[in-house]
């Protein structure tokens, strides 16, 4: 897309779509918001091309390892895509979760839908040692092989929340195996739940105000020392039978997130 002389300058765009209390995060933190806040509010509609990143940093001011930082994050987002000699892409909307079960944020304006898109990207999948919550809720014995997939949910192009989600190799080995990219976009719940031909029947869930690790503010893209809260969501299906663990370190946002109707 050739670029507009009519659209804001370099300081009115960033003024038209900066969020306040962003003054002291990174500047490719402030950008990738700034951008979010541009999409969302239209300035670019889904399938549009947005400006080339020289482009981008001759309008924003900014150093042309700083925009295409805030692109590449947009793009892990699900918010953008990103296609090598063709441009930076607005998303259509695709890969978002089907009926989220935890993250449940709430929208506000009119025309958001009841509860915010979530826009999965999976980042590692390793296996869990060691103790921790994720292990009182699964009890893992003698033999048991608790894997942990780590992902960044886009919450509606805005922030980021990291997550770490535990189940048992032994109970879901098809799952553990499947190739990373074909998770991309999946509602793990539902993927566990339809495995064990039961839905999730119980969920225990408990919040904490933390500070992140650097595992966590390097995933969604905040200051080290960050604090925000910590959702630990155990799961079960059928009488009680432990099905996975979740954690989702959530950083500070203007959004509400419901944690009711949990069935």
Known sequence: MAIDTTRPATDDFLRRYGKRGMQGLPKYVQLREALCAAINAGHWEPGARLPSDSDLTRLTGYSLGTVQRALRELADGGVVVRS???GTYVSDGGGAIDAPLHLRFRGSADGEPAFLPLYPTVLSRTRAHG???WSEWLRPEGGSDIVRIDRQLSVNG???VFNRFYFDAREFPDIAARPLATLDGANLKQLLGEAVSMPISDVEQHVSFVK???AACKAMGVKPG???L???SAAAAGRGNPVYFLESFIPPNDRRLD???LR
Do not use: P
Request: proline residues 0%; hydrophobic residues 45%.
């Open 230 to 232: 910590l959702l630990e």
């Open 212 to 214: 992140f690790d650097a």
């Open 226 to 228: 960050t604090r925000g």
């Open 131 to 133: 103790s921790g919550a």
């Open 158 to 160: 805005e922030f980021i």
């Open 259 to 261: 944690v009711s109707a």
């Open 84 to 86: 090598q000699g063709s």
